[in-house]
């Protein structure tokens, strides 16, 4: 079987596109097309929330690699939000795509292992599956520690699947629990790097690189370089391209000279994208056409800036 | 209306317990009475946690002030897990249980918010409430760092419900991030625990205690002492006793003198105590008495060390 890392690898290469667009569904921020459609109950919020996400997968199917659904907001609606996700991720799945499950589980033993077969893995009765996950890849929270992340780096590597651990996050306060000195005089970053590292090498694809990755955010761009030497064979998730402020100059070192090694997100600078040139009763084919153009402005943003950047892009 | 932290202490006080128990349905270790019911499919796995967790929440309902439901467990079977997890939360709370539920949610912004609207609030459609969360609590995880923590904060001021911050869990390697050391010279865990008590102060009921409250693992009394001063007004939620080896002593110094402050929590050895007494072909029956036993056995434990220990009781 391929391992999910070398078509992860391919499909950038394929589609020219080291991109993964955010699929944040906000019942207010959804288009007239397609609420008006569904009756303004949860039944009907959790199909908003269906057709949305497909109308973006469909709009972005074949200039991006992968998709990442944020769990946070289908959760909202309840079991019908993560039937809807659970739907959505299947969509994608049809369309090609690789699947990001942004869900940032983190517990410790059996609790992380049941995180990690539900979002990555299977479940079985008697040693028959009975249902599995359709995602490639979760985002992991290390807050319990290295003991609760390695249940998801296991099931990862069981599954062929891929765990993105958070080791820098983009946002302005990531620095009190991310940049505290740990006992070995390291940041907790640092710390986590040298792990994601160490799991990385022993889990490679034939094009050398892991599917055991980080999150670290584009919004430090100065720290990207230090994290990629010691990551030097994981992809990184780098959110905070976008909305969050990053530019594709900030994102340039977050990869390695192939570039590959990293996959920048956006999400509501694309999905949302028509609010700044649609009315807001515009058709859902003029919300997949505005969509696919946010895309291809950020991927022509980001590919042109790494073609500038680096002589030896594999692609 | 009556604040959720008044509840708590009442409930703590009617029912002379400071305990929680947790749901964790794991298919291979539910009895046969209850498997052999239903289908070994996914919708027969998921009627079977329900069945299992009614059948635990009637077991100790009236003996606990709170049950504690563990979300990876129910995401393991999707979306129908999720949705069995709901439907045993309303059966809990109809029987007047607190609800606690263990998610360990954590991210940034509008995300956090989502999560915590998601589990301890509502969502709404042009001001209409269209879902209700039925949990009272949930537990937090802060790796992201204060401002990924402060929404679920206002989300549970705002919705009279409360938080549990991961400030000190149980597991072995919990010290790497936990006890790294951040700008301020303190510990990850003594910077939380300070803002923990900072928000319990701002969101007090009228006995005195909030509902922002802490996890702080039974595995480390050493510690307990100084968090309790610090975060006096605050509960703790405390995993550890029971099979993961913390004694009825070890859990006297997370309590305040009033014997309020903390709630122990115990799963695998009450929900599974059917396995140590009872053959595999048990009833639904003796499932329910053996658990109720067990149940007892905690609390007679627990609730003797602290009368041995505190003369000014309140229960």
Redesign the interface.
Known sequence: MEHIADRLVKSIKDKKSPIVIGL?P??ENLPTCIKSKYS???DG?AQAFLEFGNAIIDAVCDIVPAIKP?S??Y?????????AM?KSVAYAKSKGLIIIDDS?????????K??A???IGS?A??G?C??E?DSEFMTV????????VQPFVEAAKRNNKGAFV?VR???????????????AGK??SA?LAEYVAEEASKNLGIMGYSSIGAVVGATYPAEAKAFREVMRQSFFLVPGYGAQGATAKDIVPFFNPDGLGALINASRSVIYAYKNTCSDDCSTDELKDVTRAAAEVMHDDIYGELRNSFKNLVY
Do not use: C, M, W
């Open positions: 944040d906000v019942y303004q109950d949860i919020a944020q946070a907001f959760e909202l609606l309840g079991y019908r939000g993560v039937k659970e940032k589980r983190g517990d410790i033993g059996n609790t992380s049941a995180y077969e539900a979002h479940f009765i008697d028959k009975i249902r996950a929270s290390p807050f319990l520690g290295l003991d609760g958070l996050t983009s946002n302005p306060a990531s620095a009190l629990v991310q940049s505290a000195l740990t006992e940041t907790v710390e």
